[in-house]
Structures are given as structure tokens and as C-alpha cells.
């Protein structure tokens, strides 16, 4: 939509001239924006374990939330102080653009207005990593970088074995769980998570 092209486009279908399209594209633009913050958005707390769910019923995968990825959209050179900032990878002007969705492909989270040069890692650090490792949302599995207790290690050797965690009253309610996860979480997974802590330690 930011390129003459796509808006020659829309006119010659629509049979309206070009400044008309550029007008009204930006009208647009601005009240979806304006009413976007009522409809994207991550999942609440309560809504967490239901969008675990739906993941794990499309691929097995406990604990996600979400998935992520970085897109560039094409724009005319913006003529400004450092117009290379925009140059990305492709070789071409752009807006490199961080977008979250759930188990629906529902957007819940979009980063916009980083140049088409910054790295996806830095989009995601300074947007995203801060909120999700604050321990706000359950489905955001990390290993502590350097880890201060039993209970750290412990989380860390689960994570980077694909164990199940344990988080106390967080997976009391066995019937809020699906009942694979449930019975690793009781079960074998514990098996397993002490035989690995028999081996490193």
C-alpha cells in the first residue's frame, strides 16, 4: 500500500485517480490503527492455558502462545537524514515489521516503524523479550542465563531437554491440562528430570 505502484492499481480498479487512492489509503490507515489496540493484543492469564491448547492441537507443542515473525514491507525512499537505514537485505527501501499471532492466526502483537536495515534480533529484544521473560506469560520458555538456585537449574535442565516444568499450583488442576502433558508432569517426566539431575550433578 505505501508504493505508487499498488496505488495505481487500486485506482485503475476502482476508477479513481491516484492522489484520490493516496488520500483515502491514508484515512484508512489511521482508523485501523486507532482501533487496533482493541483488538490486538497478547492473551490475558485466563485466556493463556485455552491458546496452549489450540497450539497443542495443531502440532503437539505444550506451552506456546504464540508464534512470530519478521516481514519487510517495500517503501518508496522516505528522503530523510539517513535514508540507507532503510535499505534492507533484499536490496531494496523497507519497513521491517514484527508480527505475533495465535492458534487462529489472529494478530496479537505487531511491531512497526523499525528501518528495513535493523536486525529481527534487535526488533525482538527491545520490543518483546522484556515483557515476555518478566514471567507475565506462562507459555515463554527460556533458560536463566546465569541461574542463583535449585529451582533455576532445575527450570533450565527442564527447558533445554523439553521436560515439563514445575510450577506448583501453576499445573495443580490436572483437568485444565491436556492429559498427555498431565500425566508427563506426574509421571515420567519427573522420572526423567531426576535422571538428568543424577548425571550432571
Keep these: 500500500m505505501t508504493i505508487g505502484s499498488f496505488q495505481l492499481s487500486v485506482a485503475d480498479c476502482t476508477d479513481m485517480a491516484q492522489p484520490s487512492v493516496c488520500k483515502y489509503l491514508r484515512i484508512v490507515a489511521k482508523a485501523i490503527a486507532d482501533l487496533a489496540p482493541g483488538f490486538i493484543g497478547f492473551p490475558a492469564p485466563e485466556q493463556e492455558q485455552t491458546t496452549m491448547n489450540e497450539f497443542f492441537s495443531i502440532a503437539r507443542m505444550p506451552g506456546v502462545i504464540g508464534c512470530i515473525d519478521g516481514c519487510h514491507i517495500p517503501i518508496q525512499n522516505p528522503g530523510k537524514q539517513s535514508p540507507e537505514l532503510y535499505h534492507c537485505r533484499k536490496g531494496w527501501m523497507s519497513l521491517n515489521v514484527m508480527a505475533l499471532c495465535d492458534a487462529s492466526l489472529k494478530s496479537t502483537d505487531l511491531v512497526v516503524g523499525w528501518p528495513g536495515s535493523t536486525h529481527d534480533s534487535w526488533i525482538f529484544t527491545s520490543a518483546l523479550c522484556d515483557r ?49 502433558i498431565f500425566a508427563a508432569v506426574n509421571g515420567r517426566g519427573q522420572v526423567r528430570r531426576a535422571n538428568i539431575v543424577e548425571r550432571h550433578f
Excluded: Y
Aim: aromatic share 4%.
Design 132 to 180: 515476555l521473560e518478566s514471567g507475565v506469560h506462562r507459555g515463554f520458555l527460556t533458560p536463566f542465563l546465569t541461574p542463583n538456585s535449585e529451582k533455576e537449574i532445575l527450570h533450565n535442565i527442564a527447558v533445554m531437554n523439553g521436560l515439563p516444568l514445575e510450577h506448583g499450583d501453576e499445573h495443580a488442576d490436572g483437568d485444565s491440562m491436556q492429559p498427555e
